[in-house]
């Protein structure tokens, strides 16, 4: 039941990202090279975060520092986990937002930035949840998710739009 709440709550947060990236967030259309970008540097900071973390763990244990498997449930397995789960979901976005910010055009740069600073906290969360207790790392992972789908979507029903007579 947690992690289901988890999703819905995630999916809210994905709606509420967009939203607030094509109503509150006003970024000039001349400038969506240089915020695409830059819209990727929340996220790649978490990300540096987690690598860094990762190594430090492994610095500082004898077990592991020779590159040796994580024990099943450790704290160091678990950021492991957080850390390719992310690294998943980064290509993802990579894959999408750029093509949407371009395809929603007058929203598309304020959209972008609302999905990397979103996905950062996003990832942090689900990053916490997952050491607090796995099933809290529902909505971390829904809500770093959820906005990358939706986007879109949104830009395919966009370029659907444009494009029909």
């Known amino acids: 039941m947690k992690i289901a709440i988890g999703m ?3 999916l809210i947060w994905g709606i509420a990202v967009l939203w607030v990236g094509a109503r509150l967030i006003e970024v000039p259309v001349f400038a969506l090279i240089p915020t695409v970008m830059s819209a990727f540097m929340a996220p790649g900071v978490v990300m540096a975060l987690m690598v860094g973390r990762l190594a430090q763990r492994r610095f500082f244990d004898d077990t592991i520092i020779d590159g040796a498997a994580f024990t099943p449930g450790s704290a160091a397995e678990i950021d492991q986990r957080v850390l390719a789960n992310t690294a998943e979901q980064l290509v993802l976005a990579l894959c999408i937002w750029p093509a949407a910010a371009v395809i929603l055009q007058g929203d598309g740069p304020g959209v972008i930035i609302a999905l990397g600073l979103g996905f950062a906290v ?13 099933p809290l790392r529902g909505f ?13 979507i949104w830009a395919v029903l966009r370029l659907a739009s444009i494009s029909a007579p």
């Open 140 to 152: 971390g992972f829904a809500a770093s998710f959820y906005p990358t789908v939706l986007v879109a």
């Open 8 to 10: 819905a709550a995630g």
């Open 122 to 134: 996003a990832r942090l969360l689900f990053w916490l949840g997952y050491h607090l207790s796995p």
